[in-house]
């Protein structure tokens, strides 16, 4: 068996390891995760902040020091909801997330995304992608699911997920559900 196929599954853009550890994140070839990484950027981040005295420059700031802010914001977010999935995490192998703090995760983690590529784009400072994905990635049935695992994902999600506030069922579980569309009609 390969070790992503014991990972707990969300959607196809987001599983992780049984004990929260690790989290691919990604639809196709996803990126591999690890919660230190975050830890680590949350420190390099309030570095970048002390150097150049961000908090004081307010609204003097510029659109790449704007991102480093939001940066930082967000990935202590990610960190505080990554501690409470580890905290979480009872080890079970091979199922799918049950809790909604998986679904705020993932939500955060596509925030995140879209903000390394607002800083990439504005190439004021050097800055590499950690949500990038991998090339030739794994093709186990997590990192590439078929489309039969997909229903069954879906399927999972709506039922145990059908609680959540509508916006952010929509914008986890959105596009899922129109991927899956084409194979229901
Ligand atoms: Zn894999």
Redesign the pocket.
């Known amino acids: 068996m390969?070790e992503?196929e014991t990972f707990w599954k969300l959607v196809p853009r987001y599983s992780r390891s049984p004990h929260g550890v690790v989290i691919?994140y990604g639809a196709k070839n996803p990126a591999v995760l690890h919660c230190t990484t975050f830890e680590d950027m949350e420190k390099q981040l309030v570095r970048m902040i002390e150097i150049y005295n961000l908090k004081r420059a307010g609204l003097k700031c510029s659109r790449g020091q704007m991102l480093i802010l939001l940066l930082h914001a967000q990935v202590q977010h990610i960190n505080f909801l990554w501690r409470t999935v580890i905290a979480q995490s009872r080890g079970v192998v091979g199922g799918y997330c049950t809790s909604a703090i998986d679904v705020h995760l993932c939500d955060a983690l596509d925030t995140f995304s879209a903000l390394e590529d607002a800083m990439v784009d504005s190439k004021e400072f050097a800055y590499s992608r950690s949500t990038g994905f991998q090339d030739g990635g794994?093709?186990?049935r997590?990192?590439a699911p078929d489309s039969e695992e997909l229903v069954r994902m879906w399927l999972f999600g709506a039922v145990n997920y059908a609680y959540l506030p509508r916006p952010l069922f929509k914008r986890v579980f959105g596009d899922f559900s129109e991927a899956l569309a084409p194979t229901r009609s």
């Open positions: 390969h992503h691919l794994c093709t186990c997590t990192c």
